[in-house]
């Protein structure tokens, strides 16, 4: 695959009922001879968008474009912004963007979108990510794994939307098993939270590291049999990373496959976990990993602000009474199973996340999938990872759950704070994605 020139991205920042932005510079609308900057607001009236500043009104009927004079030293921002939505850390922000701001209308609502290069998208990416203090050679990695995925977003959207029907669930009379991807964006190419990938504009702190890390990579990305890899990433493998199939769509891609997150397998461990004895000793055990730090230094770059309130991630405990468990999985499953009797692995990926698991209640039986599912079923928010064993305690119906996991997110493919200590130990970043992408090759492609 090879590209004429940088891609222009649209990126969507935020969806509400009511747009707040403020406009830092010169701005100009297509088709109107004013130029436009201060503070507006805007939103859905008759069906028209409406914005409002002290000095303007604005009505159009579906779409506005505020276009900078000048790209880089212009900005907007908007209030609100909502980041980690769904997440334990969810919170507002306000944001500050350069290029273009569009807003379009959806039903009774505005969508915010900034358009922009994807060169420039990417330094925000790298740098909300993780720290942009971290070394060059992670964020390297990091810039050429976020752009190897938006791009192929980009081209699997094309394909999806020429299907009739995407499947993304299967269900039976005792099973429901659903995966959750990326949504097909109708309105703009990726969202900006970690949905897709977390790009806060120029409001994170952005270093000469990051702007180097970009330029030294501009045009690079992973490549597999010709096409651009779908580059998958998440916080701690838990010391093995997991297969794409048994996260997402029933599709093998032979680069996204489980590997050992260290030189070499680990000592004393079997790592065929259809044995549960296996995965307890894995789970419950402390293997040589490289996500397996506790680096106040390394985990300082790696973790943003917010991230640094999960402690624990590589092996992890979480407790449950059984008024805390049966209301968390009725509530979340909108399914009633009564008091929870038993939480039963039926099936577990390469990484040992359970990719299907018994919920047995006392008014019902259920087999759940996949791993987000399951996490989202046994969280208020998301579980920390679906690499878990449980313990129970009391007679028929148990008094307490105990939760013993391991990594944090899905697993597969690039394991973050791995990559950020295999670059702590001198690992070029080229070696560092050979590592956690096998089958794939780096290729500069515009």
């Known amino acids: 695959m090879m590209l004429e020139e940088e891609p222009l991205l649209s990126v969507g920042i935020l969806t509400s009922k009511v747009i ?16 436009f900057s201060g503070v507006y607001s805007a939103e859905v009236q008759d069906n028209k968008i409406i914005c409002k ?14 276009i900078p004079a000048d790209p880089i030293s212009e900005s907007f921002l908007l209030r609100d912004v909502i980041i980690g939505k769904k997440f334990h850390w969810e919170r507002k922000e306000k944001q500050r963007f350069i290029y273009s701001l ?17 060169e420039r998208y990417l330094t925000s990416v790298i740098s909300s990510e993780m720290s942009a203090k971290s070394s060059i050679e992670l964020l390297k990695a990091q810039a050429v794994i976020a752009r190897s995925w938006v791009l192929a977003q980009i081209e699997h959207s094309k394909k999806i939307s020429d299907e009739e029907e995407h499947e993304s669930s299967v269900e039976f009379n005792d099973e429901l098993i659903k995966w959750y991807d990326r949504e097909d964006h109708k309105l703009f190419d990726v969202c900006s939270d970690d949905h897709c990938q977390r790009f806060q504009g120029v409001t994170k702190i952005i270093s000469e590291a990051a702007f180097n890390a970009i330029e030294q990579t ?5 490549l597999s049999s010709g096409e651009v890899c779908d580059t998958r990433y998440s916080k701690c493998c838990g010391g093995i990373t997991e297969s794409f199939e048994n996260v997402w769509e029933p599709v093998r891609h032979n680069y996204l496959t489980s590997i050992v997150d260290y030189k070499y397998e680990p000592e004393n461990f079997n790592l065929d976990f259809s044995d549960e004895l296996n995965s307890e000793k894995w789970i419950r055990g402390n293997p040589n990993s490289f996500c397996n730090t506790s680096d106040r230094v390394i985990l300082s770059h790696i973790l943003v602000d917010y991230d640094r309130e999960t402690k624990d991630f590589f092996r992890w405990k979480v407790e449950y009474t059984q008024d805390e468990i049966s209301s968390l999985v009725n509530e979340n499953s909108r399914i009633d199973f009564g008091h ?11 990484s040992a996340r359970i990719v299907k698991l018994k919920i047995v209640g ?15 079923v046994l969280s208020k928010s998301h579980l920390y990872s679906s690499a878990f064993v449980v313990k129970k305690s009391g007679m028929n119906i148990p008094e307490k759950f105990i939760l013993y996991g391991a990594g944090w997110g899905h697993g597969v493919g690039l394991c973050q704070i791995g990559a950020a200590v295999m670059a702590e130990k001198g690992y070029n970043f080229d070696e560092i994605l050979l590592h956690y992408f096998k089958n794939s090759e780096l290729k500069k492609i515009y």
Request: charged residues 30%; aromatic residues 6%; negative net charge.
């Open 340 to 350: 929870i009797i038993d939480l039963i692995p039926v099936e577990r990926g390469d």
């Open 53 to 66: 500043s002290s000095k303007h009104q604005i009505t159009l009927d579906d779409r506005v474009e505020f």
């Open 102 to 118: 569009v807003l379009q209308k959806t039903g009774n609502e505005i969508v915010a979108i900034n358009h922009i290069p994807l």
């Open 20 to 35: 707040k932005f403020e406009l830092y510079g010169d701005f100009s609308v297509t088709g109107l001879k004013d130029n």
């Open 218 to 222: 501009s045009g690079v990305v992973l």
């Open 362 to 376: 006392t008014k019902k039986t259920l087999t759940i999938g996949k791993e987000l599912e399951i996490r989202r």
